[in-house]
């Protein structure tokens, strides 16, 4: 999960047994593990130009219930 990743947690389809990573909130994921996962990195999308991000918190509960909705677990 990345605020840099170009495609949205809504267009994934999440299986069980699929991990999330997430960078500190501070600076995020290392450049080199989005490229390395670039077909697989996802963002949340804002709305609005320079929007910010959420906090990892709550990053972490969109992701991690979306994930959950999908798999039925």
């Known amino acids: 999960m990345s605020t840099k990743a170009p495609r949205s ?11 999330l990573v997430f960078g500190p909130e501070s ?3 290392p450049e ?3 490229k390395e996962h670039a077909d697989t990195a996802l963002t949340i999308p804002m709305p609005g ?9 709550t990053a972490i509960a969109v ?3 979306e994930g959950l909705r999908q ?3």
Do not use: C, K, P, Q
Not at 10 to 19: I, L, T
Not at 50 to 55: E, F, H, M, T, V
């Open 9 to 19: 947690h809504w267009d994934a389809v999440f299986h069980a047994g699929d991990y």
């Open 49 to 57: 130009e320079g929007a910010r991000s959420l906090n990892l918190s």
């Open 71 to 73: 798999t039925g677990i």
């Open 32 to 34: 080199s593990m989005l």
């Open 27 to 29: 600076r995020g994921l």
């Open 63 to 65: 992701v991690l219930y």
